[in-house]
């Protein structure tokens, strides 16, 4: 198939893209061109920003046989579905399952309330982007779904720390066996994907051709608390860093932490990936406790400082 990824040369995208590859189809990675990304010799690069109609719709004027999005905007979505309906068999978005949080449940299934408050980040941007591509397919047929994905590791970024956030130095604190504050009691659970896993996911709902108008959760299979979370971290650094809980309220009265990131991080999340495995068989191959070791791995090689 001839397939076009929009936003593909950093992490998720270029995963995507490698995935494409070596499953024989051709690919092309829409960007800006700021990075060219780690993707195979015989990707096409079209140099574009994804935001802008007037720079896009020449490009889709060639017609591919798929889209994959990774960072449009529900706003985007509204002009550029129309286009692809003309000149692409499908699309696929990435969402997120961020959106069902506070869970009533667990594990988040994709018929569960969405309730996307303010304070725990503001997912209501990827419900709106849901919202506007099933809309779209209940219009017109058109054959477009969402992938809603969990928190990713792996190769190629730096893994959730322990404050809800992507900061190096949190794991610099470990490896250098200072104390490290967990929130409140450290149960909340949480639910890391590699990257190449949701690569797997993406190519295989692209593929099946019998997911439209639909919403998937793909995440991994089991969710860890917070507790082995960090455990794992200290294993992996071979550190002692002494631990201690703190309620999350002191934690912010440091000024030290993204107050919706650790929010978030102290709610549970936990996904059910069944729907995405009975319908087009996705199926998780990293562990979690190989793909966090990876993801430390690359953060220390790439973002240690």
């Known amino acids: 198939m001839k397939v076009l990824i929009i936003g593909g040369t950093r992490f998720l995208g270029a995963a995507i893209a490698r995935e494409l590859c070596a499953r024989g189809h051709e690919v092309a990675v829409l960007h800006r061109g700021k990075t060219r990304?780690?993707?195979?010799?015989?990707v096409q690069h079209i140099i574009a920003d994804a935001h802008e109609r007037g720079e896009v719709q020449p490009h889709l004027a060639r017609g591919f046989d798929a889209?994959?999005?990774?960072?449009?905007?529900?706003?985007?979505?509204?002009?550029?579905?129309?286009?692809?309906?003309?000149?692409?068999g499908r699309f696929i978005h990435c969402g997120s399952t961020g959106v069902y949080t506070p869970m009533e449940t667990v594990p988040a299934r994709e018929d569960d309330p969405t309730p996307c408050p303010e304070a725990l980040g503001g997912f209501a941007q990827k419900l709106a982007q849901d919202t506007a591509i099933r809309m779209f397919h209940a219009q017109t047929g058109y054959n477009a779904c969402s992938l809603r994905i969990s928190n990713v590791f792996g190769l190629g970024d730096v893994p959730l720390d322990g404050w809800g956030a992507r900061d190096p130095r949190w794991f610099r604190r470990v490896a250098y066996h200072e104390e490290i504050w967990v929130p409140n009691d450290g149960r909340a659970l949480l639910q890391p994907v590699h990257v190449d896993d949701l690569a797997r996911g993406f190519c295989k709902a692209m593929e099946s051709g019998k997911v439209a108008g639909q919403i998937y959760n793909l995440s991994s299979d089991r969710a860890v608390?917070?507790?082995?979370?960090?455990a794992a971290v200290k294993e992996i650094l071979k550190s002692e860093s002494p631990v201690k809980h703190v309620p999350m309220k002191e934690i912010l009265a440091t000024g030290k932490a993204n107050e919706s990131g650790l929010r978030f991080l102290c709610e549970h999340m936990c996904i059910d990936s069944g729907k995405a495995r009975r319908d087009f068989g996705y199926e998780p191959q990293v562990s979690f406790h190989h793909g966090l070791k990876e993801s430390i791995e690359w953060t220390r090689e790439h973002r240690w400082g």
Not at 77 to 86: A, E, G, K, R, V
Request: charged content about 25%.
């Open 37 to 42: 990304g780690d993707l195979p010799e015989q």
């Open 67 to 88: 889209v994959i999005d990774t960072i449009l905007t529900d706003d985007d979505l509204t002009w550029i579905l129309p286009m692809l309906q003309d000149c692409a």
């Open 225 to 230: 608390t917070l507790n082995e979370y960090v």
